[in-house]
């Protein structure tokens, strides 16, 4: 198990999948931040399944499972243990903390809770980063056009044959030989 104090929030980032849409950790993984064992983390969710709707805990399906091991996301079928491993929620965590009731699972708890406030503002500061970006691509392309027009209009009066035209002004006349 590993011990509280070696975790920090990169090792707490490592441990967090995106599985249907939704930032989840494995029970196996909470269990060894919890500092219990995954079959005791099992037997609490089970006591207390009411306490863990849809969204906030759900077991991996096969094509999931092997999902994640294609993308070396787990090592192996055989890291999982022998069933299909629980997938919890920023809410199940929580939850899961509140079920657990040792010290150690509510200190954890609180600090996984704050990584996944970290990877929300994350993703906040990139959205308002592209909306801006796709503001200045659309300023672009308007200049662009404009600038292809006034292209346009300047090829046009160059390309214009003109006669030659009566010069302008006073003319002097011819000197006789």
Do not use: W
Request: glycine share 4%; proline share 5%.
């Amino acid at each position: 198990m590993t011990h509280p104090s070696l975790l920090n929030e990169e090792n707490i980032f490592d441990k967090i999948y995106i599985i249907r849409n939704i930032k989840v950790m494995l029970d196996k993984d909470l269990a060894d931040i919890y500092g219990v064992k995954p079959i005791r983390l099992r037997e609490q969710v089970k006591r207390n399944a009411t306490r863990f709707p849809g969204h906030f805990m759900f077991q991996l399906t096969e094509e999931e499972i092997e999902f994640m091991v294609s993308q070396n996301a787990i090592p192996s079928r055989q890291h999982l243990g022998g069933s299909a491993p629980y997938a919890f929620s920023e809410h199940g965590i929580l939850m899961l903390a509140n079920v657990i009731k040792s010290e150690q699972a509510i200190s954890m708890s609180i600090k996984i809770i704050e990584v996944f406030i970290k990877i929300r503002e994350l993703i906040l500061s990139n959205k308002e980063l592209l909306l801006k970006l796709e503001r200045l691509e659309n300023i672009m392309a308007d200049h662009d056009g404009q600038i292809q027009k006034l292209f346009g209009l300047l090829k046009h009066l160059l390309a214009e044959k003109r006669e030659p035209r009566e010069p302008v002004g006073f003319k002097f006349p011819k000197p006789e030989e």
